[in-house]
């Protein structure tokens, strides 16, 4: 569905988007023109066959689903949300952070046998992480800064995203169990693959030696 001589690669945009940037530069593309802050949303790469796309980090993964990108970069905490038909052959390192269920500091989240309200921006992780322990819980989907329901009463927990730690250590919480190890992924259309593998594979060695750069 994307050009036949053309890699398309959905970028998430936002917090993954300098980091990705700055390892396609070192992979040998100049992304000046997306450096340069405009509100444009497709860029072609200059000298090379490779478009960029900017996209919201479960857009990422919408767009390489249907073949409209045939690559795309995206945080594992989406791809853990919102799972798909895609291949994801690269850990590129950056943008680390873990999953971790979390709350009021000094609860004992797991003492006595009532069912436990988690909130989380993370539904279908924290379901899971729940049903691997048999654990009957109920969740209330939030939209952000998931760190107020505990602190408000809404919930007795959270499944939420740690980096620093320094946002629940400024509200009284604490980490209570690491659910996932989070970072930066590249996916790949599983069509893409087939029909340009060859051009696929050269990216993707570009992008394993720009890494390896660091
Ligand atoms: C994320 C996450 C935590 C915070 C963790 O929120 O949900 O709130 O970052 O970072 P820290 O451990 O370094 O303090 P984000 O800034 O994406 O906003 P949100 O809460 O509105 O989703």
Do not use: W
């Amino acid at each position: 569905m994307t050009p036949e001589n053309t890699i398309r690669i959905a970028l998430t945009k936002g917090r993954l988007e300098k980091k990705t940037l700055t390892l396609l530069e070192k992979s040998g593309y100049d992304v000046s023109e997306l450096r340069a802050g405009s509100r444009k949303l497709i860029f072609t790469l200059p000298d090379s066959n490779v478009e960029l796309v900017l996209a919201k980090a479960a857009d990422v993964i919408t767009y390489v689903e249907h073949g409209v990108c045939d690559m795309g970069v995206v945080g594992k905490d989406t791809i853990m949300e919102k799972g798909g038909s895609f291949y994801e052959t690269l850990d590129l390192g950056f943008g680390a952070c873990r999953f971790c269920l979390c709350g009021k500091a000094g609860d004992h989240f797991y003492e006595g046998y009532h069912t436990r309200t988690i909130a989380s921006k993370y539904p279908e992780v924290t379901r899971k992480f729940f049903a691997e322990k048999n654990m009957d819980v109920d969740i209330i989907k939030i939209e952000g800064s998931v760190e107020l329901a505990p602190l408000l009463g809404l919930a007795d927990a959270i499944v939420d995203i740690v980096e620093t730690g320094t946002t629940l250590k400024e509200n009284g919480l604490e980490v209570f169990e690491t659910v996932a190890p989070i970072s930066a992924r590249v996916i790949v259309n599983l069509a893409s693959m087939k029909m340009k593998k060859q051009k696929i594979q050269e990216l993707t060695g570009q992008l394993e030696a720009g890494l390896s750069e660091d």
